[in-house]
């Protein structure tokens, strides 16, 4: 049987610090979305009416039946109007679908993520992909538990890949940077926040961070967690 822990509405003292009895059953009412009741409430404190759908990720979907289909393809990697082509929606809709799984996703990965265990074997790498053209680089490092493969943190930034002299890609490279500035390297900058979020995550106790042999990983991993983790490089092919 569904309990609310707390008041939806953020104005109310049982928001954030709920009193025991803080609710009282008001009625019930079947939606058209699912089979059986669905229990209303109301809140002793302010006074609104909630039910239990008021906590599902789907309150206020106007086509909850989708949901499914919608995330499956969006996970696949299909575009937002192929999506809205099979499943009957709008592109619009499906967006605003895809950003409010983003925000639903986002809050379980912070609550998730608030603090890690120690005595666990952490990964390190950066993925490199790229922003509007391959002449112009990102570098994506993230930091994965090894056992689950929980995604800790990430971070992107701009990275300066030069090609070969005299390639056409070199000169390609080298016209973008005359017309926009040279290209910043953040790599470092990135990593380091990173390992920063690892920290305040994994607040005390031994940890393994097991990366590549770049050597600026062995400097930013001291100066953050001195001599706590153990670090083991691998050699990067």
Known sequence: ?????????????????????????????????????????????????????????????????????????????SGLRQIGRTVGLDPRAVLRKLEKYGRHLRRLHDNLGARLPAERTYLLDEEETYECASIRPLTVPLAI????????????????????????????????????????DASRRCVREVLGRLRERVPN???????????????LIRSLFGERPRHEPDAGR
């Open 1 to 77: 049987m569904f309990v609310p822990l707390r008041c939806p509405n953020r104005a109310c003292v049982d928001h954030r610090a709920p009193r025991r009895g803080f609710h009282r059953r008001c009625g019930r009412y079947r939606a058209r979305c699912r089979p059986g009741w669905t229990q209303r409430f109301r809140c002793r404190g302010c006074g609104r009416t909630f039910s239990e759908q008021t906590f599902r990720q789907d309150y206020r979907d106007r086509r909850p039946e989708t949901n499914l289909q919608v995330m499956q393809m969006l996970v696949a990697g």
């Open 145 to 184: 538990e090894a056992r689950t493969w929980f995604v800790v943190d990430w971070s992107v930034g701009p990275i300066r890949r030069l090609a070969k002299p005299g390639s056409i890609r070199r000169r390609r490279q080298d016209a973008d940077e005359r017309r926009v500035g040279r290209r910043p």
């Open 205 to 219: 106790g031994e940890l393994t961070l097991r990366t590549d042999e770049k050597s600026s990983y062995a400097t």
